[in-house]
């Protein structure tokens, strides 16, 4: 597809012919750009939008009046503040296991946008969604991250971006570990300020996105309103005043909004690409042209396979995640574990968040799909 007739495609908008031009060039760069990942990249495999989980959660809490007040004031954290002292943590837990947990993703096929971002950049990738559509891609497409942090291993996250790892950094956290998540009102001033949402640089977040902005953002299925942030973003670019970063943008109907979001934009140095309101299915054909222009040279690896890795006939181990690192240090771990399962054909592993429970369960079925 030639440059024209993907702005033709876009809708011929003002400003994506400034815009365009020069993310390509950025791309096409050894640096690159960081994809930011948002809620709307997830929303095609039936993962709840903020809004919603907030407006479903109030009804099982009964406070439904109480929390759309909330969210038409904006007051999104303070709803999930409300509904955490309601619900309980453990209850509240429950609902974001429900709402963002894998099992969503059971039965879905990896289709869409979202696919496409691991031919975008061989780098980070920044997220501040819980759920794990990303981790399932990548691994998909034999290109799995090296290391996934979030703002709790601030230091391995900055040691990865050194090298320009491929590092997931899932800046609120993950749905399976409330410990070090950010969400409610309490969690986000504990991890970026005060109640009057003043940003805090000497917290190991903010430190850590500031470290992020200075590299080019590919902003994708946010909303990009005046939150947190932005914040941050809005503060890099006023003490960087050439920073750069794009993002794709709804364009609003309104010709008076659109010139009001164009403003709001370039004050966070961010250059947008328009579509047309509501025609999301645009962004799929954009992402599959801006994949084409990155050089060879700077695509993500994807690996293969080791000799003789091909699944037996009918063993369905071809269906097993290939890791992307050598198994090393659980040994002994894995032999006990294979003893148990060949002698009770069951075995359960337990462990807290990061323990390593996926790494051995894939270790101990791929030693025992050559024998089923």
Same mark, same amino acid.
């Given at each position: 597809?030639?440059?024209?007739?993907?702005?033709?495609?876009?809708?011929?908008?003002?400003?994506?012919?400034?815009?365009?031009?020069?993310?390509?060039?950025?791309?096409?760069?050894?640096?690159?750009?960081?994809?930011?990942?948002?809620?709307?990249?997830?929303?095609?495999?039936?993962?709840?939008?903020?809004?919603?989980?907030?407006?479903?959660?109030?009804?099982?809490?009964?406070?439904?009046?109480?929390?759309?007040?909330?969210?038409?004031?904006?007051?999104?954290?303070?709803?999930?503040?409300?509904?955490?002292?309601?619900?309980?943590?453990?209850?509240?837990?429950?609902?974001?296991?429900?709402?963002?947990?894998?099992?969503?993703?059971?039965?879905?096929?990896?289709?869409?946008?979202?696919?496409l971002l691991p031919r975008l950049s061989n780098g980070p990738v920044i997220t501040t969604n819980?759920?794990?559509?990303?981790?399932?891609?990548?691994?998909?497409?034999?290109?799995?991250?090296?290391?996934?942090?979030?703002?709790?291993?601030?230091?391995?996250?900055?040691?990865?971006?050194?090298?320009?790892?491929?590092?997931?950094?899932?800046?609120?956290?993950?749905?399976?570990?409330?410990?070090?998540?950010?969400l409610t009102l309490s969690e986000y001033q504990q991890n970026y300020g005060d109640a009057e949402a003043v940003i805090n640089f000497d917290l190991?977040?903010?430190?850590?996105?500031?470290?992020?902005?200075? !590299?080019? %953002?590919?902003? =994708?299925?946010?909303?990009?309103? $005046?939150?947190?942030?932005? /914040?941050?973003?809005? *503060?890099?670019?006023?003490?960087?005043?050439?920073?750069?970063?794009?993002?794709?943008?709804?364009?609003?109907?309104?010709?008076?909004?659109?010139?009001?979001?164009?403003?709001?934009?370039?004050?966070?140095?961010?250059?947008?690409?328009?579509?047309?309101?509501?025609?999301?299915?645009?962004?799929? !054909?954009? %992402?599959?042209? =801006?994949?084409?222009?990155?050089? $060879?040279?700077?695509?993500? /690896?994807?690996?293969? *396979?080791?000799?003789?890795?091909?699944?037996?006939?009918?063993?369905?181990?071809?269906?097993?995640?290939?890791?992307?690192?050598?198994?090393?240090?659980?040994?002994?771990?894995?032999?006990?574990?294979?003893?148990?399962?060949?002698?009770?054909?069951?075995?359960?592993?337990?462990?807290?968040?990061?323990?390593?429970?996926?790494?051995?369960?894939?270790?101990?079925?791929?030693?025992?799909?050559?024998?089923?």
């Amino acid at each position: 597809m030639s440059h024209a007739t993907m702005l033709e495609w876009l809708g011929n908008i003002q400003g994506n012919e400034l815009s365009l031009p020069m993310l390509i060039d950025q791309m096409q760069t050894p640096v690159g750009v960081v994809p930011f990942v948002g809620a709307g990249m997830s929303a095609p495999y039936g993962f709840r939008q903020w809004t919603l989980f907030l407006g479903d959660a109030a009804k099982l809490a009964g406070k439904t009046q109480a929390i759309k007040k909330r969210v038409a004031a904006g007051q999104y954290e303070e709803a999930a503040e409300d509904l955490v002292l309601t619900l309980t943590p453990s209850g509240f837990q429950d609902l974001i296991e429900s709402f963002f947990g894998d099992r969503v993703l059971n039965g879905k096929e990896l289709t869409g946008a979202i696919t496409l971002l691991p031919r975008l950049s061989n780098g980070p990738v920044i997220t501040t969604n819980f759920d794990r559509v990303l981790e399932r891609v990548f691994q998909h497409e034999r290109c799995p991250f090296e290391t996934v942090v979030w703002h709790s291993k601030v230091n391995l996250a900055v040691r990865a971006l050194e090298r320009n790892g491929s590092v997931l950094l899932k800046l609120h956290g993950d749905w399976e570990d409330p410990d070090h998540r950010v969400l409610t009102l309490s969690e986000y001033q504990q991890n970026y300020g005060d109640a009057e949402a003043v940003i805090n640089f000497d917290l190991p977040l903010p430190q850590l996105f500031k470290l992020l902005a200075v !590299r080019p %953002l590919l902003i =994708l299925g946010c909303n990009l309103n $005046e939150d947190r942030t932005l /914040k941050i973003l809005k *503060r890099v670019a006023a003490d960087l005043k050439t920073s750069r970063h794009y993002a794709v943008v709804q364009k609003p109907k309104n010709a008076a909004k659109f010139r009001a979001r164009m403003q709001f934009l370039a004050g966070h140095n961010i250059r947008p690409i328009w579509y047309p309101e509501g025609e999301h299915h645009r962004i799929e !054909r954009l %992402l599959e042209y =801006l994949c084409e222009q990155v050089p $060879e040279a700077y695509r993500r /690896k994807t690996q293969t *396979r080791p000799e003789g890795a091909a699944a037996k006939a009918g063993s369905g181990a071809e269906t097993i995640p290939w890791p992307p690192t050598k198994f090393i240090g659980r040994e002994t771990d894995l032999k006990h574990l294979y003893e148990l399962a060949k002698a009770a054909g069951l075995v359960t592993i337990s462990g807290g968040p990061g323990a390593g429970k996926t790494r051995v369960a894939i270790e101990l079925v791929r030693s025992l799909a050559p024998e089923f």
